[in-house]
């Protein structure tokens, strides 16, 4: 998961310009989200670590900090290796 964690901050870096997020900083409480950001946040998962984001993993909680988006794309990477 750890190695999820740089990129994924990295892109972040780009919308919380003054602000360092700490890895379980829930970034919707900070209020700098909006719908906008979700939809580049989801593609830029996709493409960074080549993998689909279905409808059933749009919850919340899965986007809500550093350590949770890395988890999501743990998990989907660890379904990818097993087909």
């Known amino acids: 998961m750890e190695k999820h964690k740089l990129p994924i901050k990295t892109f972040l870096a780009k919308f919380f310009v003054n602000h360092e997020l ?3 900083e829930d970034i919707f409480a900070l209020g700098f989200v909006n719908s906008l950001f979700a939809m580049q ?13 279905e409808n059933e993993d749009l ?8 350590n949770a988006i ?3 794309v743990e998990r989907k990477q660890v379904l990818l290796a097993r087909t």
């Open 70 to 72: 890395a988890g999501l």
């Open 41 to 53: 946040l989801v593609l830029f998962i996709e493409q960074e670590f080549s993998i689909a984001i």
């Open 59 to 66: 919850d919340f909680e899965n986007f809500k900090t550093i």
């Open 22 to 24: 700490q890895d379980n």
